[in-house]
């Protein structure tokens, strides 16, 4: 089973900062587009952040500006660094991997990582 695992959540005050990690298997991490989603209470899962093997990325409207997706390629590692949080920023992250076309854009995640911003 592919695992895909994460770390760096925790608890931080309004206008601090955390750093996400997620490391991939190589086989699957050098051909995906890699993603952060998160999903708060009562709420669907939603992207936050995304970027592609070759490095474009995306972002929700509600996090651009504060917090920034990048791969390290040579450590099959995706990164979310997070900026000026919001209490509204509070939610369980999820690392996402999708494979291109011809593998079927197959996705696979992580087991998710608590991110609790206090007022």
């Known amino acids: 089973q592919v695992q895909l695992v994460e770390s760096g959540g925790g608890l931080v005050q309004a206008g601090g900062s955390l750093r996400l990690s997620c490391v991939a298997p190589?086989?699957?991490?050098?051909?995906?587009?890699m993603g952060w989603y998160r999903q708060a209470p009562g709420k669907q899962r939603e992207l936050a952040a995304s970027?592609?093997?070759?490095?474009?990325?995306n972002y929700a409207d509600s996090v651009k500006g504060r917090f920034t997706i990048s791969r390290d390629n040579a450590k099959n590692t995706v990164y979310l660094q997070m900026n000026s949080l919001k209490p509204e920023d509070t939610a369980v992250y999820y690392c996402?991997?999708?494979?291109?076309?011809?593998?079927?854009?197959?996705?696979?995640w992580g087991q998710g990582t608590q991110v609790t911003v206090s007022s």
């Open positions: 190589a086989d699957i991490f050098n051909i995906a587009t």
């Open positions: 996402n991997a999708v494979l291109p076309a011809p593998w079927n854009k197959r996705d696979f």
């Open positions: 970027i592609t093997r070759a490095g474009s990325t």
